[in-house]
């Protein structure tokens, strides 16, 4: 039939075989089968214009859009877990804070208890030498706890 309308043979086969079972062509071959040919072929036949044919890519779009419940859940449990995240580097930062200062009044200790020999340490049976040495030390720690040279 093609041949004889358009004088040249069909050469779109594979397109037609995915094709033929669509609503747009199935309805196209019923309203062929009691009007004339010519009409149907030239697509100038409007047998079933609310035919059921699948939504276009715009209004797919904006389906989606309009319908983003899944989205927003979505988006909902991001939310929930960089809040969970958030809470946990909180705990995370006070908890390291804690173990610094324990640190630190840990090695305050130390030099204190350091400190306070080198203070006590009698200078008197010493060498010279020692006895400089001593003195010196307790005149930084004097200076580091009081401020004052």
């Not at 019923?30 to 697509?43: C, D, H, I, Q």
């Amino acid at each position: 039939m093609f041949q004889q309308l358009q004088k040249k043979a069909f050469c779109l086969f594979h397109a037609w075989n995915i094709l033929r079972h669509e609503p747009k062509w199935a309805a196209e071959r019923e309203s062929r089968n009691g009007k004339n040919n010519l009409e149907a072929v030239n697509g100038t036949d409007e047998a079933n214009p609310n035919a059921a044919r699948p939504p276009g890519r715009k209004a797919e779009k904006a389906a989606r859009k309009r319908s983003d419940s899944d989205a927003d859940h979505f988006i909902e449990e991001l939310k929930k877990m960089r809040e969970d995240r958030q809470h946990i580097e909180k705990e995370r930062k006070e908890r390291d804070d804690k173990l610094y200062n324990l640190e630190k009044q840990k090695m305050d200790l130390e030099q204190e208890q350091h400190d306070k020999m080198i203070m006590e340490i009698d200078t008197s049976t010493m060498d010279k030498e020692a006895q400089l040495y001593f003195k010196l030390k307790k005149e930084e720690i004097l200076a580091r706890r009081f401020g004052c040279n």
